[in-house]
């Protein structure tokens, strides 16, 4: 006889969701997942050699990761009276602080915005909320945000700021209603913080309820997968008691650490992406059949006008150039593709291979 055992064992929550997908960019030009395109210099190369050559990876690494969290502290500029939570990337992080919600807690977040919110909460069994962010031009709906926050009560708000996947910052004095309003955690979500000059971070001691999250990997350490939660002491004691022991290893804690007092060469590469940014920004938004909108991110959000974006995502994929096609998740983003910012070559080879295919559209 034979027996579905997923299905015996599983949560539905967990039968219904769909596994999180990352595209092969096998032989293509990377531009769809956000990353620094930038390798180091060989003379870093060379000193971090040296600074992992002792490490002792025969023994768990420190548990607090204390002297990478004095760095991340300094270099963040958090305020002293606040507390850190270290975390295997961003997801770890919001995956504890879901955790530790009551079972039959709400979420609410705007929506299109990171995927890892709903994907985390729903997988948990939590109530998900999505609020529809502006149709023109992808603005918290706050009326519709207040409202949600009268209707559901919920224990935590994420703001994506800058927004991934529509690069634009939200409204300050909304956020600031939103946090004023809402009894719930308010969870300011600054993974691109590296590519603006906004921030929430020297504001943690103004909001009791206010956490603000990071992560290096936009900085250009994606692959060492680390992110921080920063906020009132009170909260961040409770979420520790969560976090897996060991959950920082030793290798990302020496990297992370070298990496950061030596972030010279990482904030000239961050420049120069910030100044590529508003040259593929423009160079977009010459094309008739192209509109893109503003970004504060290192990727720009652009739709186009006569082409589906399916078939234009495949154009450029078959002319050796991967970005990212958000029409599929509807809503908002019908019709919608989302570019990360590469070197000077990259962005010309996308901005060349996107006007081939509208060249032989018309």
Not at 17 to 24: F, G, I, N, R
Not at 53 to 64: A, G, L, Q, V
Not at 80 to 97: C, F, K, R, V, Y
Not at 188 to 203: Q, V
Request: charged fraction near 20%.
């Amino acid at each position: 006889m034979s027996v579905n055992l997923a299905t015996n064992v599983f949560r539905q929550e967990i039968l219904n969701l769909s596994a999180y997908k990352v595209a092969d960019a096998k032989n293509l030009i990377k531009l769809d997942a956000m990353e620094n395109p930038y390798s180091w210099p060989e003379l870093i190369i060379d000193q971090w050699l040296q600074a992992i050559k002792s490490c002792p990876i025969n023994r768990y690494p420190d548990p607090e990761a204390n002297d990478l969290a004095i760095t991340l502290r300094r270099v963040n500029r958090i305020p002293q009276t606040s507390a850190m939570l270290l975390g295997n990337g961003s997801d770890e992080i919001i995956q504890i602080l879901l955790m530790a919600l009551p079972p039959d807690a709400s979420i609410m977040a705007p929506e299109p915005s990171f995927v890892m919110y709903r994907q985390i909460a729903r997988s948990l069994g939590l109530n998900y909320h999505g609020i529809a962010l502006r149709a023109d031009d992808f603005a918290l709906d706050l009326p519709a945000m207040l409202a949600a926050i009268e209707n559901h009560q919920p224990a935590v708000i994420f703001l994506a700021y800058p927004n991934n996947p529509t690069g634009n910052l939200f409204s300050a004095d909304a956020i600031e209603q939103i946090l004023s309003k809402t009894t719930g955690l308010v969870v300011i979500d600054e993974a691109y913080a590296p590519f603006t000059d906004a921030s929430f971070i020297a504001r943690l001691d103004q909001f009791p309820n206010l956490l603000v999250m990071r992560t290096v990997s936009k900085l250009g350490l994606a692959g060492l997968r680390l992110g921080f939660l920063a906020g009132a002491p009170e909260l961040v004691e409770q979420l520790n008691k969560i976090r897996l022991p060991y959950n920082i290893n030793s290798l990302t804690q020496i990297t992370a650490n070298f990496a950061l007092n030596n972030i010279e060469f990482l904030n000239r590469q961050t420049e120069t992406i910030r100044q590529q940014r508003g040259e593929v920004f423009n160079q977009l938004n010459q094309f008739e059949d192209i509109k893109a909108f503003p970004s504060e991110a290192n990727f720009i959000l652009f739709k186009s006008a006569n082409i589906a974006a399916d078939d234009l995502f495949q154009s450029l994929k078959n002319q050796g150039i991967l970005i990212k096609n958000l029409s599929p998740q509807g809503g908002p983003l019908h019709q919608s593709l989302r570019v990360t910012i590469g070197t000077e070559q990259e962005n010309k080879a996308f901005i060349e291979a996107l006007a081939i295919t509208l060249n032989s559209a018309n």
